[in-house]
């Protein structure tokens, strides 16, 4: 497949969030702050484009040979979940200052369901490592840009003190995005 | 508390005082996605459940054997196990559901609802209440997803379990009404399905209009005996691991790693407040506090 179609799909036209529902959790729950939100986008980032390498790796050089694919969620989930851990050490050795900006975020990722959605979805479209990679990548850039535009209305929406007594909180968030979701589907006519 | 009533309390915890669904608002990303109809949520539902009971039941049994410090792993393990398991009998059995689910099935691994009992409650409990919870919470995450996938679908394609009422509504009304009737029927039409609902948007509005109802609710069962009313929260997923950690045994289970987090957020939440106690104050206080603390300072010096 086409590299450049992929990361205009993963990104934008079929985006984690508001078309797949992947990670709707940190989306709802991390989203109050933009700088927050900007730090938690990045931390996506980091752990998705590197676990999306790691398990199509482990998956065509591991798992295939073995042909033990069957075990691909039990295999991914600790692999993710490694790596977590692996990653936050290695940045508090090496890179410390990334850490700091970044080190809050990572214990919450290993239970995010988009790192691990995402790499089961490469493994079951077939895609190459390079394809994963760029893929994971490109669905962790839709992430952020879905997380941070969430944060900026949201930050406007707690001055707002029209809202009706029920809808504060969580269902004002939710039907803010669903329109944010409308406003994405908008995007499919992009690709086809 | 005899063992009939305690394995009754769980069904009950499950199913009403802390539904997943409408009390805990867990496992959001599977009640969004997966319930575009009533079958599907369902489907998805009864496939949680087994999986939770059989999680708590096998954690439950080595509870004792676990040690404390893998525990979140060797539960990940055993979770990601069944689910591969029912994955294949699904494969198997329902292929259709399967392929209506997707990729769903193997996140229910993450699903938190799961991870989240087998932490607070399968790990500290004896295996015939771990699996009435198990039951309990997984019939409760059934009941959220149909009723989220019923209202999309009667809103999104005029069907309800694949029962098309809308067009049979239609069909007889067309036979037997009146001329009046049908004239009025030609030039307003009868309701016609709203495509948006069983599309991804649909899940976000819904689920909006739930919570709101709930909300209101809560608040007005609050005005009634005068107290403050307990609005929903989204709990950040991941944090849910903490959230049964703080609740059940505060501070001491948790990893290093969740322990600065939290401290974090403490932090965070305290500047908040101080922030907005500053506010309220206005300028005038906080020029006085700096005043006085400028003299205090001179004091010291």
Known sequence: MNIFIIMVSASLVSNV?????????????????????????????????????????????VLLPLSLDYLNTIVFILVIAALVQFVEMFLKKVVPSLYKALGVYLPLITTNCAVLGIAIKNVQDGLNILESVINGMFSAVGFAIAIIIMAGIREKLENNDQIPESFKGAPIVLLTAGLMSIAFMGLQGLIR | MSKENVCFERLKNGIVT????????????????????AINGVGMGLTTMVILTLSNFMISILRKLIPDKVRIPAYIVVIASFVTVVQFVLQAYL????????LYIPLI??????????????????PLPSIMDGLGMGFGFTIGLTVMGSIREILGAGSIFGYEFLEKLNNFINEN???????F???????????IFVFAPGAFIVLAFVVAFINHRNIKKAAKTGDKAKLLEIHDCASCELECAKRTEPMKKTSPGMQSLNDELDKLEKTVEEMKDL????????ADSAASKAESEVKQA
Do not use: H, W
């Not at chain 2, 029927?185 to 495509?195: A, K």
């Open chain 1, 17 to 61: 969030i508001l078309s797949q529902f992947l990670g709707i959790c940190p989306f709802l729950g991390v989203s109050k702050k933009v700088s927050t939100a900007a730090g938690m986008g990045g931390a996506v980032i980091f752990v998705m484009t590197i676990s999306s390498a790691v398990t199509s790796v482990v998956y065509y050089y």
């Open chain 2, 18 to 37: 802390e539904n997943p669904t409408f009390v805990q608002m867990l496992g959001m990303c599977p009640t969004l996605a997966v319930t575009t109809s």
């Open chain 2, 95 to 102: 292929p259709e559901l399967n392929k209506a689910l997707g």
């Open chain 2, 109 to 126: 691994v993450v699903n938190c609802i799961i991870l989240g009992r087998a932490e607070a409650y399968a790990s500290k409990n004896k």
């Open chain 2, 177 to 183: 009404a009146s001329q009046g009737v049908k004239d």
């Open chain 2, 185 to 195: 029927m030609e030039s307003q039409g009868l309701f016609e399905p709203i495509g």
């Open chain 2, 279 to 286: 506010e309220k104050k206005g300028a005038s206080a906080m």
